[in-house]
């Protein structure tokens, strides 16, 4: 997935900020956007760490990141 789609996914997740739409990469991550704090929140399945981001530019840096160590078959 490249970073433009991925800006684009995260642009649609403010676009709809009154539904709950969560992206889950089973057993790795999962994204939502948060209305009340106006920040994407991705959890790492693996441990449970959550991280925070306040911006489409950063969050779409480091979702790019996350998704380019997932060795593809």
């Given at each position: 997935m490249s970073i433009d789609e991925i800006k684009k996914m995260l642009r649609i997740?403010?676009?709809?900020?009154?539904s709950k739409i969560i992206h889950t990469?089973?057993?790795?991550?999962?994204l939502i956007y948060c209305k009340?704090?106006?920040?994407f929140q991705v959890t790492t399945l693996i441990n449970g760490e959550i991280s925070f981001y306040y911006?489409?530019?950063t969050a779409s840096q480091a979702l790019y990141t996350i998704l380019s160590t997932i060795k593809r078959d």
């Amino acid at each position: 997935m490249s970073i433009d789609e991925i800006k684009k996914m995260l642009r649609i997740l403010i676009e709809y900020e009154n539904s709950k739409i969560i992206h889950t990469i089973p057993g790795f991550i999962r994204l939502i956007y948060c209305k009340e704090s106006r920040c994407f929140q991705v959890t790492t399945l693996i441990n449970g760490e959550i991280s925070f981001y306040y911006d489409v530019d950063t969050a779409s840096q480091a979702l790019y990141t996350i998704l380019s160590t997932i060795k593809r078959d």
